[in-house]
Nanobody, 121 residues
């Protein structure tokens, strides 16, 4: 599966952005999907994951209650709605696909190219 992320940009603290990640192929619904982010000089970290049907979701503690992950299997797309953004959220955001559900980066075998999110204070 090939993944294409979009929707990043520059936003002021407290603002919102919606990221999208569209997958190629006809097997999108067989993958668990996740979002990760990598800030300058830091390791890539887990943000959110969603099960194949969307019925199960996991969030990192740092984004719970502010970010929402969702998916539309008919459109081969997973979304990340980010509200109340903080400067600490400045990072490149990556979508990823896995055949096993979880939060560990090593589970995800397919990655998009990343989209830059910059939150100004």
């Amino acid at each position: 599966v090939q993944l294409q992320a979009s929707g990043g940009g520059l936003v002021q603290a407290g603002g919102s952005l919606r990221l999208s990640c569209t997958a190629s192929g006809r097997t999108f619904s067989t993958y668990y999907m996740g979002w990760f982010r990598q800030a300058p000089g830091k390791e890539r970290e887990f943000v959110a994951a969603i099960s194949r049907s969307g019925g199960s979701i996991i969030y990192a503690d740092s984004v719970r209650d502010r970010f929402t992950i969702s998916r539309d299997n008919a459109k081969n797309t997973v979304f990340l709605q980010m509200n109340t953004l903080e400067p600490e959220g400045t990072a490149v955001y990556f979508c990823a696909a896995a055949l096993t559900y979880g939060i560990h980066r090593s589970l995800y075998g397919y990655w998009g190219q990343g989209t830059q999110v910059t939150v100004s204070s």
